[in-house]
């Protein structure tokens, strides 16, 4: 099947003109008014993708650029970003979610959102949020934020040498790529960076370069900026996209780690089980991930939704400690816990009919209400919020569904 078989619209109400007009106007003032950019970004696969995409495009523009990837945002870590001495800030594959924060917090310094998490709108001139979800197109479904930082930077630089981290960025969506991700994926198919195969009904992705399947190269890119966040690993995995190598020894190193302390932690819940009220089902690890980056709770939670003895009709919610201490950042005052909640199978098929509320929603409230912040998506979403306060936030969750 050829990429551009699927066309961007998918019977939905979208807006795409208005969508590109936006991005080549936002182009148009970041070129014109910034000369050193701090790109900011996420350690899983999309995060990683989304900052090599948009590095390569800003040096090739002649922009100079800084880089520092960060898990969750919240007011201490936005304040020390924006202390940060740069032009201009962009966000990618995070802080949609917290645009009202970024306004608040950030000086009058440009500011672009390239994200597909659920959104808020802006209301400052000086920060864009250009998430396609605000012009019709499904975060969940349609685009990553590799893809969406590549539809912007494209704008700015020829960035086809760089389309097939955009497909690897999808990766994390499932299933065939569909409307805009079909954008980058054409391109990576013509500079003969990807091939498209057909498996069992549906397309899947090899990207050459790696003589990898995308599904598998992503996982590979998350184990190393993720699981080896306190060791340089999202520096390493950007700078793996741009050279197009990946260090397969270290990769397996800690994937291998990453696989000892998932059974150990899987075996005491499967022995001791997690707690359970009557719409949520919780569980801490608190410091068994020590030394991974944070975003390995979400993997674990999304693994565990598929364990037997989860109730599929509650929403599963996972705790961790989180180390003060942020790489290429510093220290961070307070004291805070790192919050995953996932729908399971059953629970999800509910939620996308409309039948049970988005875990995005839930978590956004329950942690504004517990002075905390959260993100993410209809089915998957994650935040911070101050130690001590999880049993609040529980019975907050359990309150709104």
Request: charged share 25%; with cysteine; net charge neutral.
């Amino acid at each position: 099947m050829h990429p551009a078989s699927n066309t961007i619209h998918q019977g939905f109400n979208v807006d795409f003109m208005k969508y590109s007009e936006e991005l080549e106007r936002a182009s148009k003032l970041l070129r014109s008014s910034t000369s050193k950019v701090l790109v900011i970004h996420h350690d899983d696969a999309d995060g990683i993708c989304s900052a090599a995409i948009a590095l390569s495009a800003f040096e090739s523009s002649g922009i100079k650029t800084g880089r520092i990837c960060i898990e969750k945002l919240h007011p201490i870590i936005i304040s020390s970003l924006h202390s940060i001495d740069y032009d201009a800030y962009v966000y990618t594959d995070i802080g949609s979610g917290k645009t009202e924060l970024i306004e608040r917090l950030a000086d009058e310094k440009l500011v672009i959102i390239l994200d597909h998490h659920d959104p808020v709108t802006a209301n400052k001139p000086n920060v864009l949020n250009l998430n396609p979800e605000l012009y019709g197109f499904s975060g969940e479904r349609d685009v990553s934020g590799a893809t969406a930082t590549y539809l912007f930077v494209e704008k700015l630089a020829d960035i086809k040498h760089l389309a097939w981290a955009s497909v690897v960025g999808s990766a994390e969506l499932g299933g065939s790529l569909t409307s805009l991700n079909r954008i980058p994926l054409g391109h990576a198919v013509k500079v003969g960076d990807v091939e498209v195969r057909e498996s069992a009904g549906r397309e899947r992705y090899y990207v050459i370069p790696f003589r990898e399947s995308w599904d598998r190269l992503s996982t590979k890119l998350t184990i190393l900026g993720s699981v080896g966040y306190y060791a340089n690993g999202p520096k390493k995995a950007v700078e793996s996209c741009l050279k197009k190598s990946l260090n397969e020894d270290e990769v397996e190193r800690l994937e291998e780690y990453r696989k000892q302390v998932f059974s150990k932690v899987m075996s005491n819940l499967r022995k001791y089980g997690i707690n359970r009220g009557e719409k949520v089902q919780w569980f801490s690890v608190g410091d068994s991930f020590a030394g991974m980056g944070t975003k390995v709770l979400g993997t674990f939670t999304s693994i565990l939704a598929y364990r037997g003895f989860v109730d599929q009709k509650k929403y599963l919610v996972g705790f961790m400690n989180f180390p003060r201490i942020i790489p290429e950042l510093g220290e961070i005052e307070g004291e805070w816990t790192k919050v995953s909640v996932r729908a399971p199978k059953l629970l999800a098929n509910l939620i996308n009919k409309g039948m049970m509320p988005s875990v995005s929603k839930l978590v956004m409230e329950a942690t504004d209400y517990v002075e905390g912040y959260g993100d993410g998506h209809s089915t998957a979403a994650s935040g911070l919020i101050p130690k001590g306060t999880e049993y609040e936030f529980l019975k907050k969750l359990e309150d709104l569904i």
